[in-house]
């Protein structure tokens, strides 16, 4: 059977149809890239961040907590020794 020549047409549908594959597959190819470059970036800000917070000094709030928590902590074992019974002297 004898092949029949495509039409000027057909041509340009079929030129535009592969165009347009080709740059559809660019376009997502690109998404993709960008998704895990955005990725890789947000885990190194986490990391910076996450170092930068262990590294920084206490601030003056945090420090205050602490020591309301401390002098909490020794009202309570305060309160637990004057429970105890005596202990008996030295020997």
Avoid: C, F, N, Y
Wanted: proline share 9%.
């Amino acid at each position: 059977m004898e092949k029949r020549r495509p039409t000027p047409g057909q041509l340009q549908d079929a030129v535009r149809e592969t165009v347009e594959r080709t740059v559809q597959g660019a376009v997502d190819s690109a998404q993709e890239t960008r998704s895990k470059a955005q990725d890789m970036v947000d885990d190194v800000v986490k990391g910076v961040r996450g170092a930068i917070e262990d590294a920084r000094p206490a601030t003056g709030d945090e420090l205050r907590e602490v020591q309301t928590e401390l002098a909490r902590v020794v009202d309570r074992l305060d309160a637990i020794e004057r429970r105890l019974p005596p202990s008996p002297p030295p020997l």
